[in-house]
């Protein structure tokens, strides 16, 4: 049974995800805005990650030339459970909470962050293309995510505290997962700026 999780791990996040947006869009009734938004990043995600991971897919790969580790298919499929975990609670806890702005911008925060990774990732793997896997999705998300944030300023719905300490709260639970996923695959977390800089020299 562990085999066939780690091995389906994404297929397994689509699945229970898309449940989840469906039992809502049944069960729920009238929606806010704010949880509107959410649903629609949740969607995103799982798609997000199907570009990133499969079609086209292969921005493990890049990451896995830029560090020069080559975990085997089995790891790569694996790293998507603790991806999954991390969608989920940033999927659900905003959606429960939509009317706390501070958890709402951590949301928005991981949406902008996506856009900017990915778009950073042209210049730090040296891409032929403006692209790289999952960046269509990324970069929907980044908008999605901005217009959120527009729509929270705009309603008056957070203090100013909310704005700041919201993008604050993201990134150490971001780190978390960076470093799990690191972990997995050989690497100490600490040596990434390293290996991003180096990356960057490349001519």
């Known amino acids: 049974m562990t085999k066939f999780i780690k091995h389906y791990a994404l297929e397994i996040y689509t699945v229970i995800t898309m449940l989840l947006i469906v039992l809502v869009a049944i069960c729920m009734g009238e929606l806010s805005v704010v949880q509107k ?8 995600f799982i798609l997000h990650e199907w570009e990133e991971g499969h079609y086209p897919g ?3 790969d890049l990451i896995s030339e830029m560090t020069q580790t080559h975990p085997d298919d089995e790891t790569k499929r694996a790293s998507r459970l603790a ?3 991390f969608l989920w609670v940033f999927s659900i806890v905003p959606f429960f909470y939509h009317d706390c702005a501070l958890v709402v911008m951590t949301l928005a ?3 902008i962050f996506e856009g900017m990774v990915h778009m950073l990732g042209v ?15 990324a970069e929907i998300e980044l908008v999605t995510s901005i217009l959120l944030i527009v729509y929270l300023a705009v309603n008056q719905m957070g203090s100013w505290y909310d704005y700041v300490f919201g993008p604050i709260i993201y990134f150490p639970c971001f780190m978390c997962l960076q470093k799990t ?23």
Do not use: C
């Not at 996923?181 to 001519?203: C, E, F, N, R, W």
């Open 58 to 60: 292969g921005f493990l």
């Open 83 to 85: 991806t999954s975990v």
């Open 123 to 137: 210049r730090i793997f040296r891409t032929k293309k403006f692209y790289t896997p999952g960046m269509v999705t």
């Open 109 to 111: 925060t991981f949406g």
């Open 181 to 203: 996923l690191t972990m997995m695959v050989g690497i100490h977390y600490s040596d990434m700026p390293k290996l991003i800089k180096a990356q960057l020299k490349k001519k």
């Open 37 to 44: 938004f959410v649903v629609f990043l949740t969607f995103l």
